[in-house]
């Protein structure tokens, strides 16, 4: 592998370093390249750019893998942990022994309730108010109620951090949709695990407990723990960004929900549900498809960004919607779903172009069944990501090279010009 590289520039030699991964990517270190050079890159979207050197995730998108720490993500569905188990190991780096585990376990529990005074927020809110504009407003408000978080100063204090962040905000995304609908809201439970305290906050009320199923605690579970993380996704490089000023978790978390509510992000399996809806029955599947291929229609829920491969993700999830349903009953948009994937994967037309499921093709039909309304699945996809993002912003300020982020730009508007009084401006 060679150790640098030789770029001609105006005539000149410039030798710039080669960085290569544990993975065995390679990447040119252009960290000198304005000082020696002059010139600056330019990568819109930061699609070829390298931002960090992280050990969170791994991804490898033509090959379909995704990894946490090393772990392929379809061990995750085989052995069934919690999520609080799979956040830790994603958070600390290593998988937690079951002493540490309980540990993170009780300082999540104990710290699950909001304080009283936050509830005057909410009320502050209109009904109408989304509950992802919710969530994002409210966790940043949590950096209010909890200032001594604001500089982190050993590792028990940021455990004790990412604890409370990860646990408030399932109960803050239960409180927004109760809110949205006029709904009191429910304590949380600390007899209860992670996925199904949510649920008891979701859908109890003061007179009746809501019962959870095994099956709907252990989909939504696993879900949680198939959007941990995904690399430096939009969300993850803005908690990055806003994390490099060193800010706290919270507001720097109340960033990364902004990023994640935006429709280019997180809504796509809303998107798959309008679009099924579109669609209307298996028989309109083949006219559909036509469609797309003349320019006339989109395909949501197929293709990524990174992966040219079926998304991991999504083959766990496909095998999840069929357990759901077996408890829930089969919800009928699942026909003209698995007809859609049918067709497009023997299509020559989406095959050329790597369009495969990703994760969201299926999950709205799981959050469907499982009762949550539209307006709550990237809320959903948020509470999951949040140890993702809580890992990215750790390692972040514990890597000595990172600085705050400060990218360039190409400039394009006027030269130096004179200011023009108002009488004699034409």
């Not at 991964?21 to 390249?33: C, M, N, V």
């Not at 199923?213 to 490089?237: G, T």
Request: aromatic residues 10%; contains cysteine; hydrophobic residues 40%.
């Amino acid at each position: 592998m060679p150790e640098s590289v030789i770029l001609t520039i105006d005539g000149r030699a410039i030798e710039l370093p080669v960085l290569i991964g544990s993975e065995g990517e390679k990447a040119i270190d252009i960290t000198q390249l304005r000082a020696k050079t002059g010139y600056i890159t330019y990568d819109p979207g930061f699609g070829n750019t390298g931002v960090c050197k992280s050990g969170i995730t791994y991804i490898d998108g033509e090959a379909g893998i995704l990894r946490y720490r090393g772990i392929p993500i379809e061990q995750f569905d085989r052995e069934k942990p919690d999520f609080l188990e799979v956040a830790m190991l994603i958070i600390f780096g290593e998988e937690p022994k079951a002493v540490d585990l309980a540990r993170f376990r009780g300082i999540s529990t104990q710290n699950a309730f909001l304080d009283e005074a936050m509830k005057h927020h909410f009320e502050g809110f209109p009904v109408t108010a989304p509950p992802m504009a919710q969530l994002s407003a409210m966790i940043n408000a949590l950096s209010c109620f909890h200032p001594e978080f604001f500089t982190l100063g050993d590792e028990c204090e940021f455990e004790e951090a990412a604890a409370r962040l990860i646990s408030k905000i399932r109960t803050i995304a239960a409180a927004s949709y109760r809110r949205s609908k006029g709904l009191p809201l429910i304590y949380p439970n600390p007899r209860l695990r992670y996925a199904a305290n949510f649920l008891h906050m979701m859908f109890s009320m003061p007179y009746l407990e809501h019962r959870v199923e095994p099956e709907a605690e252990d989909a939504l579970n696993l879900i949680f723990i198939l959007h941990a993380d995904h690399e430096q996704n939009c969300s993850a490089n803005a908690m990055r960004s806003v994390g490099s000023s060193h800010v706290d978790p919270f507001s720097a978390t109340a960033g990364a929900i902004a990023a994640l509510y935006g429709p280019l992000h997180g809504a796509a399996n809303a998107e798959v549900l309008y679009m099924l809806d579109e669609i209307g029955s298996i028989n309109k599947v083949p006219a559909f498809v036509k469609e797309v291929k003349e320019g006339k229609g989109r395909l949501m829920g197929f293709g990524h960004r990174v992966y040219k491969n079926y998304d991991p993700r999504a083959k766990i999830i496909k095998t999840l919607a069929d357990q759901v349903f077996e408890v829930t009953g089969r919800n009928p948009k699942l026909d003209i779903a698995l007809e859609l994937e049918r067709i497009a994967l023997e299509d020559e037309y989406f095959i050329k172009r790597k369009l495969y499921p990703n994760v969201d093709f299926y999950s709205g039909l799981i959050y469907q069944a499982m009762g949550f309304p539209v307006e709550m699945f990237t809320v959903l996809f948020a509470i999951g990501r949040t140890s993702g993002w809580v890992s990215q912003w750790q390692e972040l300020l514990t890597d000595p090279e990172q600085k705050i982020a400060r990218p360039r730009q190409i400039f394009l508007g006027y030269d130096a010009r004179d200011y023009v009084v108002m009488g004699k401006r034409t």
